[in-house]
């Protein structure tokens, strides 16, 4: 039988009450972390114009854009969600399947809530929690043991359109068929590459946008009476063995399903960048705090990195180091690290248009070089190692194997609370105070909530 039919049957099976509680407590720290980095994300470069368009264009007042008071279709309206909440590089992550579910399921789960009307806050948390469960899995089965960052592909992206059209389908209270048929139609339209991050492109902060509008559209087409391939996973011309050639672990896949949660292990970022940088800013603030140096102190510094790592995030140096773009700064080693010995800080506010030519953190940066360990290569996140040394001789260094907010390091509710808050704060387009507490209180207890509707209202504005 196909993983599709498993996945949809998954979602029909499982229940609220079957989820287990770090589960359900990791699934509210996502809807947390989406709002606040969708609103502050708001108007930044592309998905800006996403927003703009959905409005442009019009249509049926379906479902809600954050941040406006404006309702479009709810394809689109999920589309313009997912683009702001996706525009940081802030939103949550699988560490070892190298995805982003949040900006999939929740985007989806707000649309088709408010499109349908009616779902309570139990429901919805365990739709985001199966669906983030499918993803991750559909990451995590691809080529197992290989570093996946060399083939090209946009993982959240690409394997975002099936799961948001199971997701989709799951809320409006498809058959299984229909469920199936929805995959299958998603399965024909997905897309997504890597070459946006290689060429700085704003594609990059879109691509899960793509991918909710395409999956929403495959549920509602399949509720109509559309019909897909229903062996849209492992058949002859199926998602692994065409986009994948066959590589990919069915047990990882699917065992265990409806009792193993990935979205138990699901990372809420600490700093606005690439999930891969953040071993090094760990590295690079535990050495500057535990050793006191200044700025000033610093004569060179050493990275030494994983063959996907320095792929994707150490090269080409020269524009690493001195990013064109904010999205070049996003996905670099140098500019993190950099941050994080000048600053003695990452935040927010060291990703714009203004930090990037910031003269202390390029300074810091022109400093920095860069070196392959092999024994720092991974198929999940790779460790990072940092050295600096200092203008007295001194040389400090220290590797980091996992990055703060991972699995093993998990971020606390509260710290989750002041993530959120700082987030509101960096916003162009706030929150309004008095919904801010609301928005919090109300997600602590999403569990006991009768209608997401009500989360909705706080939301627009």
């Not at 502050?40 to 368009?53: I, T, Y």
């Not at 365990?126 to 995590?140: E, Q, Y």
């Not at 105070?433 to 209202?457: A, G, Q, T, Y």
Request: charged share 20%.
């Amino acid at each position: 039988m196909d993983a599709s039919y498993l996945f949809a049957r998954n979602f029909f099976n499982v229940k609220y009450e079957d989820l287990p509680a770090k589960v359900v407590e990791e699934t509210k720290k996502q809807v947390l972390d989406f709002i606040g980095v969708a609103i502050a994300g708001f108007n930044k470069d592309g998905a800006k114009e996403v927003r703009e368009l959905a409005i442009e264009l019009g249509g049926a007042p379906q479902s809600s854009i954050i941040g406006t008071k404006v309702k479009v279709p709810a394809p689109n309206a999920a589309q313009a969600n997912a683009s702001v909440a996706h525009s940081l590089d802030f939103d949550d992550v699988h560490e070892a399947a190298i995805m982003h579910p949040g900006v999939i399921t929740i985007p989806t789960s707000l649309a088709m809530a408010e499109y349908k009307g009616g779902l309570s806050g139990k429901e919805f948390i365990k739709t985001v929690a199966v669906g983030g469960d499918m993803i991750s899995r559909m990451g995590l089965a691809t080529r197992p043991g290989e570093n996946i960052h060399k083939y090209g592909w946009h993982f959240t992206t690409l394997n975002g359109y099936m799961t948001s059209a199971a997701v989709a389908s799951s809320i409006l209270g498809l058959s299984e068929e229909q469920m199936i048929y929805a995959i299958g139609i998603a399965y024909h339209q997905s897309a997504g590459n890597g070459q946006a991050v290689k060429d700085s492109a704003l594609t990059k902060r879109l691509g899960p946008g793509f991918s909710v509008r395409g999956g929403i559209h495959a549920a509602l087409l399949a509720q109509k009476g559309v019909t897909g391939a229903k062996n849209s996973m492992e058949g002859v011309n199926g998602y692994y063995k065409v986009y994948h050639m066959g590589s990919y672990s069915r047990d990882i896949l699917i065992g265990e399903l409806g009792t193993r949660f990935e979205s138990a292990n699901i990372t809420i970022k600490p700093y606005p960048c690439c999930r891969g940088v953040h071993p090094f800013i760990d590295a690079a603030l535990y050495l500057v705090k535990e050793y006191k140096f200044e700025p000033e102190d610093v004569k060179s510094i050493m990275i030494w990195c994983g063959k996907g790592t320095q792929g994707l995030l150490g090269e080409p140096l020269e524009i690493k180091a001195k990013p064109r773009v904010v999205v070049d700064a996003q996905f670099s080693l140098a500019w993190g690290v950099a941050i994080a010995l000048a600053k003695k800080q990452v935040g927010l506010q060291h990703y714009t248009d203004e930090a990037i030519k910031d003269p202390a953190i390029l300074d810091m940066a022109a400093k920095i070089s860069l070196a392959y360990d092999p024994a720092l290569d991974s198929t999940g996140l790779e460790p990072g190692r940092v050295a600096v040394t200092l203008k007295d001789g001194k040389t400090y260094s220290v590797q980091m194997d996992t990055a703060t907010g991972s699995p093993e390091r998990p971020i606390t509710f509260e710290e989750c609370e002041n993530k959120f808050r700082n987030c509101i704060e960096f916003a162009d387009r706030s929150l309004p105070p008095e919904n801010v507490e609301k928005v919090i209180n109300m997600v602590k207890d999403l569990e006991n909530l009768s209608d997401i509707r009500e989360l909705i209202n706080l939301l627009v504005w």
